[in-house]
């Protein structure tokens, strides 16, 4: 994938503009330099270094910069949905996380970076909220109550180093009642553009914190062309030809995308078409035994191809035109 980059030149548009809007960033100084990075994905970060950087001494500049590249992409003026701060200290990260600076948050407490995911549109938000919505209705129809299921949002959740919030996020009770236990289950929402750095979450997802997530779903919305790719990743056993025996014993799983589906679009009346069902483990969600025929939630074609309309109908011509 050809990687993109917004310059300080073509950031300087951006905030020439916000200053015409009166979206300048306040001189609040609180005497701490943080460097900026605008990229479409984390494989492009080796090469960021030969590029100019954007230096604020405020984080409520880095929100307000935060809050126009948000805005940018939403109206499609750029693709890029990454920000790379570099030089936080942890106490600065707290800060910043309790800001709240449009998107969802990535932290490294040893590099001391912190990454921005920013959200690409309302429609993509609406995705993720409308399946954990779904999925919350079909383990309710199985007999679990309300007070079993704890939705956490975009909480953050720590490994041993770093930090990350999903867009949705679930954890069963009284299973893991911890207020530092990790959900079961996450959702994260993007772009197919940023399909390799969504991967990258999945799997610090399945193997960085403990209690681990036991299911990620990947949610790859486009606006043009309107398409749906959806990936479940969980871990599973490792290929026999993959490593030798000895590597296989001691890392016998790894992880993986075990189901795909995409939908897309069979006409200009925005009706889809699913490739296939969506099953999730309703053990893997609940750390319990199912009920007799419930060992796991299904979201038939039919039930994904509404939801694929839902969030498209809602969405105005002028930002996604069809087709």
Same mark, same amino acid.
């Given at each position: $994938? ?40 984390? /494989?492009?970060t080796d090469s960021a270094s030969r590029l100019p950087t954007i230096e604020y001494e405020s ?14 992409? /939403?109206?499609?003026?750029? =693709? ?15 800060? &910043? !996380?309790? &800001? ?7 932290? *490294?407490?040893?590099?001391? /970076? +912190? ?10 938000? =609406?995705?993720?909220? &409308? ?18 299921? !704890?939705? #956490? ?16 996020? #679930? =954890? ?6 911890? /207020?530092? *236990?990790?959900?079961? +289950?996450?959702?994260e929402c993007g772009t197919s553009k940023n399909k390799s750095e969504l991967q990258e979450d ?19 919305? *486009? ?11 969980? $871990? ?26 995409? #939908? ?13 069902? &969506?099953? +999730?483990?309703?053990?893997?969600? $609940?750390? =319990? ?23 498209? *109908? ?10």
């Amino acid at each position: $994938m050809i990687e993109k980059y917004l310059s300080l030149a073509i950031s300087s548009i951006f905030a020439w503009f916000s200053a015409q809007r009166g979206l300048l960033p306040p001189s609040l100084i609180d005497g701490h330099k943080y460097r900026l990075k605008i990229f479409e994905s984390h /494989e492009a970060t080796d090469s960021a270094s030969r590029l100019p950087t954007i230096e604020y001494e405020s984080i409520h500049g880095l929100r307000t910069f935060a809050e126009q590249h948000q805005q940018s992409l /939403e109206l499609g003026y750029s =693709r890029a949905q990454f920000i790379k701060v570099t030089r936080v200290p942890g106490a600065v990260f707290t800060r &910043l !996380d309790k &800001l709240r600076l449009g998107g969802r948050l990535s932290y *490294d407490s040893a590099t001391q /970076e +912190l990454v921005i995911r920013l959200i690409p549109s309302t429609g993509h938000e =609406r995705s993720h909220g &409308l399946l954990m919505r779904h999925i919350e209705r079909k383990l309710s129809a199985l007999g679990v109550s309300e007070y079993e299921m !704890d939705p #956490l949002g975009a909480s953050t959740i720590w490994g041993d180093f770093t930090c990350k919030q999903a867009n949705s996020s #679930l =954890r069963p009770l009284p299973q893991r009642s911890d /207020e530092s *236990d990790a959900p079961t +289950l996450v959702i994260e929402c993007g772009t197919s553009k940023n399909k390799s750095e969504l991967q990258e979450d999945a799997i610090w997802w399945l193997t960085g914190i403990h209690p681990p997530v036991n299911i990620v779903i990947l949610i790859f919305m *486009d606006l043009r062309p309107r398409t749906i790719k959806i990936e479940v990743w969980k $871990m599973q056993p490792r290929p026999a030809d993959e490593r030798s025996p000895r590597c296989r014993i001691a890392h016998p799983t790894h992880p993986a995308a075990v189901s795909k589906v995409k #939908l897309r679009p069979l006409d200009n009346e925005n009706t889809y078409h699913a490739s296939r069902d &969506l099953r +999730l483990s309703f053990r893997d969600i $609940m750390l =319990r035994d199912p009920p007799v025929g419930g060992n796991e939630i299904v979201f038939s074609t039919e039930e994904l191809e509404r939801w694929a309309k839902r969030i498209y *109908d809602q969405i105005h011509p002028r930002w996604m035109p069809y087709g």
